[in-house]
């Protein structure tokens, strides 16, 4: 079995369950708990913290949801990842959120939030300058955090990490959105995007059991796609814990670790998407690059699509496509280089969106 193989298995473990290989002990980090500002803190510290050492520091909203197993199990699957040295040791704080979770994470009004989600004021800018003024400086005084901070969050935490970069380039060089909330005030996020800047990275992901379309938001940062800007389409993913869990190695890679760009395979994915928010059917070509570190994310923009009879249908340059007569379409999808063909077949889905 060769290498690449080996590798590829301890990354499938990973992203399956997040959890040690039973095989082989790993060392672990350390949680430690702090109150700073009004605010509870969950501190992982990694296996061999030295505190003359600087560590990257991430930190997380949603913090009671973060480590151990019925959360997001960020510690285990960090222990994991540093003991195979696919990231570097880190930091990780994770801010609990309260009462006041709608109002600390949420920068704009939206009427259906406030429905679905009771009564709050927008007060992400005040929350944020918290964070920025009192909990990162309490952080690097008392613990051997260095400079380079990232900031993550799913849902409601999803958008404020996001936004909190964008508006804070230069505490946060680094941004992940697990499902984030773009949808707030009709997508208002992307009309900010553009303040995202080269010497950041981001992520964001969603699930097509979820679905919304937050694709644009590539093309409204003026960032290059597997650059600063990362996506990964998660086929019949859904808004739980359960699967947000699965891509917390992306984040740490992302953050903490290396890839080697040029050692990958990719595949395409097709998807018939019926979203539970507009009843729409979205018909969308997903390919899915994996580098050999584990990292996962979808080549939308990045990837080149053709239609080879396009009186039949058309494919956007996001991968979404459409019939324009009921014959199946034949495309071409290139990326770096290598080509693949496939056939999107008109009967074949007509009867799955009858179905779903």
């Given at each position: 079995m060769t290498k690449?193989?080996?590798h590829c298995l301890v990354v499938a473990v990973l992203l399956c369950c997040g959890r040690e290989l039973a095989s082989q002990p790993v060392?672990?980090?350390s949680v430690v708990q702090r109150s700073a500002s009004g605010?509870?803190?969950?501190?992982?510290?990694?296996?061999g913290y030295d505190n003359t050492e600087s560590y990257k520091t991430l930190y997380v909203n949603d913090g009671q949801t973060i480590f151990g197993e019925q959360g997001l199990n960020m510690d285990a699957i960090a222990d994991e990842m540093i003991?195979?040295?696919?990231i570097g040791p880190l930091i990780m704080v994770a801010i609990k959120s309260n009462k006041d979770r709608s109002s600390h994470y949420l920068p704009y009004e939206d009427a259906g939030a406030r429905q679905d989600f009771g009564d709050y004021t927008p007060r992400a800018h005040t929350y944020t300058k918290k964070l920025v003024e009192k909990i990162v400086p309490f952080i690097e005084k008392n613990f051997s955090a260095g400079k380079t901070r990232g900031i993550?969050?799913?849902s409601f935490g999803g958008l404020h990490a996001v936004w909190s970069a964008l508006n804070h380039p230069t505490v946060f060089k680094f941004a992940a959105g697990l499902s984030p909330s773009y949808w707030v005030q009709d997508f208002k996020l992307f009309t900010e995007a553009s303040k995202a800047r080269d010497d950041q990275v981001y992520y964001f992901d969603v699930?097509?059991?979820e679905w919304n379309y937050y694709v644009p938001f590539i093309s409204h940062t003026n960032q290059r796609l597997l650059e600063n800007i990362f996506y990964y389409e998660v086929k019949d993913a859904n808004h739980t814990l359960a699967s947000w869990r699965k891509r917390v190695p992306n984040i740490l890679l992302l953050f903490a670790g290396e890839t080697d760009r040029s050692q990958y395979t990719w595949e395409i994915q097709q998807e018939i998407i019926k979203s539970a928010y507009t009843g729409k059917y979205y018909l969308r070509i997903n390919p899915v690059i994996t580098y050999t570190s584990g990292l996962?994310?979808?080549l939308s923009y990045a990837a080149k699509f053709t239609v080879e009879n396009p009186a039949d249908g058309i494919v956007n340059a996001d991968g979404s496509f459409r019939f324009l007569q009921p014959n199946d379409l034949k495309v071409s999808v290139s990326y770096n280089g290598e080509e693949k063909?496939?056939?999107l077949g008109y009967d074949e889905i007509e009867k799955i969106k009858a179905r779903l």
């Open positions: 690449y193989i080996l060392a672990k980090g605010l509870d803190l969950l501190i992982y510290l990694p296996p003991a195979r040295k696919m993550a969050g799913y699930g097509t059991g996962t994310c979808s063909k496939l056939i």
